[in-house]
Structures are given as structure tokens and as C-alpha cells.
């Protein structure tokens, strides 16, 4: 049997965050996904700057080969609603394929890689885990995404759980096409939902294009995908024929996740965790500093991994991320729906509202410096 001793299933961005940071600690550590890389994921590919300054991401090694689209401001209103712009004056954000920033970041974590392996079983034996009935680890970190087999395995359950339901497309734009988008690059486009549950985005990158739209309600999301699409092309947004039917997935935000992050030799990371950011959805953020926090937790118990030793994680994820949902969300819940959605609309049509709430704070998180090295 194989064994290692750390065993992290998979390698988004939580997983091979985790896997980097403990690249020079002498822990035998193996990534297991259960994709080839580089593999497409669902995801509009925005990052904000600490993710490269936490990474130790160079720009420019990174440009090179790769879509990497500089953000100096977002557009923001409702659909079909009055839109207004937020400028900078330097970079403020990025756009990154998945499919090339998953595979950069997996491939330089220094850990050995298991690619496509499923994880199907995860038996306790002995005071560790025994994966698959072949690799045996003494510690492993669930990063598998919203539905992360550790955190099934190990007893998570979804019942209950609110989360984002979302669809998206990315596609390389043809010359036509190109000519036909007033999407401008540097300036991707938010439209809200007018029942504020959820946004659409049309976001160029380079010349690939992504839109998508997310809600909080699952309830008929298709129909909701399909009457925005349908917007962009009349609004003149995007003059060319739009695809029908969008790929989707799931998430859920911080504060609204039952799951089990810490126990006797396992930690969950990313949205196997659940932590995207309430306001926006932003998960690649939170997914690698919960992997770095997890590496940091990993290498202060010094081989003790039990529940009481690997608590600390918890700790430090609720000292990063506060103790609960953020308290916008929280009243969201109270209020009348039309109350939210009169107040809503006439404050995203307000500049000072746009610009310093949902741009600056909620969708940038200007106030919160990344993590300390
Ligand atoms: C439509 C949409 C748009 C989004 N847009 C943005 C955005 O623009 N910016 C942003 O910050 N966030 C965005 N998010 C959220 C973001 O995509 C996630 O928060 C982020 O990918 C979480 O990273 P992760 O590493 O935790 O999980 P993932 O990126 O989901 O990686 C999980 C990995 O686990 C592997 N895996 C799963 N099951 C198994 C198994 N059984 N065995 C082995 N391996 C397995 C998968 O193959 C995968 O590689 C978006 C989400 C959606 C749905």
C-alpha cells in the first residue's frame, strides 16, 4: 500500500495552496484529483490582487502563455437598469482562465500529484485513512469543491445547506463576434437580479468572453440565465448569438455551512468548506487562504493531528473570516422582499453606493490586506 503523510483531494486552488505552502516542511504530501490537468472549471475566473501577492504569483511569468486580463473598474446596476461605472487608476483586479490558473498553481505546489483518481472510499484504520483500499495517510484535507467526497465521507450532509446555484459559458470570441461585444475588457459588467438574490456578469478576458448569472434561490435559474442572455443582446451588450443552454454548479457562502471543517485527522478547505465571501461569491480568495491557514494549522501540530490539535484551524479561519455571516446577509433575511428590492434598486443607482459599498468593499475587499506570509 501507498502512504503518505498528507493526503489532499483536490487540486483547485484550496488543495494545491495547502500543498505549496507545506512544499519545503518534509511532510510526504500527494495531491489526488480526479481530472486531468489542465481541466476546464465552472467559474467566472476573477481574482483580486492578494491572491498573486499570498501566491507569490509573478505577473509576469504568469502572463506569459497565459489570459491574464488587467481590471481597473466594474460596471454596476440593475438588469436593465441605469448602469454606472467605477474607474481606477491602477489595477484593482484580474481575469485568469481556470483552466491554465489551476494547472500553474497545481503544478509548482512541489507535492506529488494523482491525476485522475476518484476518491470513492475513505476508511479509518489504525489511527489514520486508508483511501480507496490503497493510500494511507495520516492526515487528510478535503479540497474537493462544494461536493468534496472527505466531506461526504466524513459526514457532511447538504440537507439544509443554502447555496449559490450558478451558469456559466467562457468561449474564445471569433472576429465577429469580437466586433460585436462593447464589453470593455478592463471593465467587466455586474447586473443585478431586480429581486437582489443574485447577479448576471459579462466579463471579457482578452479574447475570451464569460457570462453567467448566480442566485441565491434555485428555484428556476435556467429561465433566469436565458432573460439576461436575452438582455445583453437587446441592451447591445453583446451583438451576436448567445449559447442556449449554460453548464452550472454550486456553492455555498460563508456563514451558511454546517460542515464539519475540523476533526480527528481531517480538515476541509475552500468550498468543501464553504467560505465564499457573502457579498460577492468570491471563492478562489477564500479558498486559497483557507488552504494556506490549513498549512499553517497542519504545520504547527507537528504530527499531532487529532480534533483537539486541528482545532486550531477553526480558529484561524473565524479570525480571518469573522464569526458568522456577514450581518448584510443576516438582515437580508428579516426584511420583506419588496422592502430589499425598492431599497436595493434605488441604492444601486446611487454613485456613492456603486462605487464605495458594492465595488470597493464588497466586491474588492479593499479594507482587508492580504494574509501575512
Ligand atoms: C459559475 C461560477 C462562477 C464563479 N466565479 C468566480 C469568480 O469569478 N471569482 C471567484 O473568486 N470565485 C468564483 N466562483 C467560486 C469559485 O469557483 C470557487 O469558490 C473555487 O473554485 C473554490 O476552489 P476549491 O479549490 O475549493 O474547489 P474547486 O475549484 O471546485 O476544486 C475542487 C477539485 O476537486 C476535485 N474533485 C472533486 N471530487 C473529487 C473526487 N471524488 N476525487 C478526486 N478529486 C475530486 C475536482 O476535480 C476539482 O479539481 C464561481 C463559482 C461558480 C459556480
Avoid at 481531517?266 to 468548506?273: F, K, P, R, V
Avoid at 499553517?296 to 486541528?310: H, N, T
Amino acid at each position: 500500500m501507498d502512504a503518505c503523510d498528507v493526503l489532499i483531494v483536490g487540486g483547485g486552488p484550496a488543495g494545491s495552496s495547502c500543498a505549496w505552502k507545506l512544499r519545503d516542511s518534509g511532510l510526504d504530501v500527494v495531491v489526488l484529483d480526479k481530472q486531468h490537468f489542465p481541466r476546464d472549471k465552472i467559474c467566472g475566473g476573477w481574482i483580486t490582487p492578494a491572491v498573486l501577492s499570498e501566491l507569490e504569483i509573478d505577473s509576469r511569468d504568469y502572463a506569459h502563455g497565459r489570459v491574464f486580463q488587467r481590471i481597473t473598474g466594474f460596471r454596476t446596476g440593475c438588469i436593465g437598469g441605469q448602469m454606472i461605472d467605477t474607474k481606477y487608476d491602477e489595477t484593482v483586479s484580474y481575469g485568469i482562465r481556470r483552466r491554465e490558473f489551476d494547472e500553474y498553481l497545481l503544478r509548482r505546489s512541489g507535492a506529488r500529484l494523482l491525476e485522475g483518481v476518484n476518491l470513492t472510499t475513505l476508511e479509518r484504520r489504525d489511527g489514520a485513512w486508508v483511501a480507496n483500499g490503497a493510500l494511507r495517510a495520516r492526515l487528510v484535507v478535503g479540497a474537493g469543491g462544494h461536493f468534496c467526497p472527505v466531506a461526504r465521507l466524513t459526514g457532511a450532509k447538504s440537507h439544509g445547506e443554502q447555496a449559490v446555484v450558478a451558469q456559466e459559458a467562457e468561449f474564445e470570441m471569433d472576429e465577429n463576434q469580437r466586433a460585436g461585444c462593447a464589453v470593455s475588457p478592463e471593465v467587466p459588467e455586474l447586473y443585478f437580479c431586480s429581486d437582489l438574490k443574485g447577479y448576471g456578469w459579462c466579463f471579457r478576458k482578452q479574447n475570451f468572453l464569460n457570462i453567467g448569472l448566480g442566485r441565491m434561490d434555485p428555484h428556476r435559474l435556467s429561465e433566469h440565465v436565458s432573460s439576461f442572455l436575452r438582455f445583453l443582446n437587446s441592451a447591445g451588450r453583446l451583438n451576436f448569438e448567445l449559447p442556449h443552454a449554460l453548464p452550472g454548479h454550486a456553492y455555498l457562502l460563508y456563514g451558511s455551512s454546517t460542515r464539519n471543517i475540523a476533526d480527528d485527522g481531517m480538515l476541509l478547505i475552500g468550498d468543501a468548506a464553504g467560505l465564499a465571501y457573502s457579498q460577492s461569491g468570491e471563492g478562489i480568495r477564500p479558498a486559497i487562504e483557507s488552504g494556506l491557514l490549513a498549512a499553517k494549522a497542519i504545520l504547527g501540530a507537528q504530527g499531532r493531528y487529532s480534533r483537539e490539535v486541528l482545532e486550531g484551524y477553526r480558529a484561524l479561519l473565524a479570525q480571518r473570516f469573522g464569526a458568522s455571516e456577514h450581518w448584510a446577509t443576516r438582515l437580508g433575511r428579516h426584511l420583506p422582499s419588496r422592502l430589499i428590492q425598492a431599497l436595493g434598486k434605488r441604492l444601486l443607482g446611487m454613485r456613492w453606493f456603486a462605487s464605495d459599498v458594492v465595488v470597493h468593499r464588497w466586491f474588492l475587499h479593499a479594507g482587508e490586506p492580504a494574509l501575512e506570509r
